[in-house]
């Protein structure tokens, strides 16, 4: 019981120090809209190939997932063995957020990298689409972007008081991360 409950508390320490982050990336940006959401689920160890320090493990849904190069500060790897049961915890994590200027520049940002704890790895992926804002509609509530495809949307926003920010020629940037952390039962 001791040691779930010490997982329990390092994936938690790892899921809110990855949302603070993510807040402190966007604080000099202003977010239109977030959300955050999380799970844990227990997995199986398919295959596992100790000397190279690499896990597949297979949800309960049929995905599977794979762990390259594990860190060798994870103490509880060594002891992993096939059929095992291990728990997997992600956090998803959205933003709207309005970029002033730098219009022009539409693109697609994504990034990946890892996180470890004492007993545990973790894979942190980071997506971020440039789009230009053409148009801002105070009273719909609303503005008109160009997205890196080349199409014209109408996005809503409900923050007027952030919305009134905004003027073409500024970008409105979509940010999602994913954080996954694996660690043994």
């Not at 940006?29 to 295959?47: F, M």
């Not at 933003?95 to 990298?113: E, F, N, P, S, T």
């Amino acid at each position: 019981m001791r040691h779930k409950l010490l997982g329990v508390l390092l994936i938690a320490s790892g899921l809110i120090s990855g949302q603070v982050a993510f807040a402190d990336e966007m604080a000099e940006k202003e977010i239109l809209v977030g959300s955050s959401e999380q799970s844990t689920v227990q997995a199986n160890v398919e295959k596992i190939d100790i000397a190279q320090r690499t896990v597949l493990l297979a949800l309960p849904d049929g995905q599977k997932l794979s762990f390259d190069h594990i860190d060798p500060k994870i103490t509880h790897f060594d002891r992993l063995k096939l059929n095992d049961k291990v728990i997997v915890s992600g956090s998803k994590s959205s933003a709207i957020v309005l970029q002033k200027g730098g219009a022009g520049m539409r693109k697609i940002i994504d990034a990946q990298g890892r996180d470890v704890t004492v007993d545990g790895a973790g894979i942190l992926k980071t997506q971020t689409i440039y789009n230009d804002i053409l148009g801002v509609d105070l009273n719909a509530g609303n503005v008109k972007i160009k997205n890196v495809e080349g199409r014209i949307v109408t996005v809503p926003v409900e923050n007027k008081a952030l919305l009134m920010k905004a003027t073409a020629g500024d970008q409105l940037l979509i940010v999602n991360r994913v954080k996954l952390i694996v660690w043994a039962n």
